[in-house]
């Protein structure tokens, strides 16, 4: 089974260490949209090997009605290669006992 994580992130350098550990267990890629944070937020997305940066690429920050848009733009290029997509937000954690 293979899964692909689409997120949205921005400053959020304090809990994506934990996002990532969390995400790596069993996702096959994380695919971020950075909205041009400032802090170390991309360095530490840079350096997971599962994860694919991406740069927002709307000027009016968040959205999460563009996101979505942006979402169905992506969606049908990872059907057919991912079982899965999960849509969560850089500091939400999924879990299933």
Known sequence: MKI?????????ADILPYWLRHYSTFADEISVWDDHSTDTTRRILSANPKVILRD???KTGIDEDLFLAHWQEWYPKARGHFDWLMIVDSDEF???D
């Open 56 to 58: 927002w690429p709307h």
């Open 4 to 12: 692909l994580v689409f997120s949205l992130t921005f400053n959020n």
């Open 94 to 96: 999924v879990h299933a």
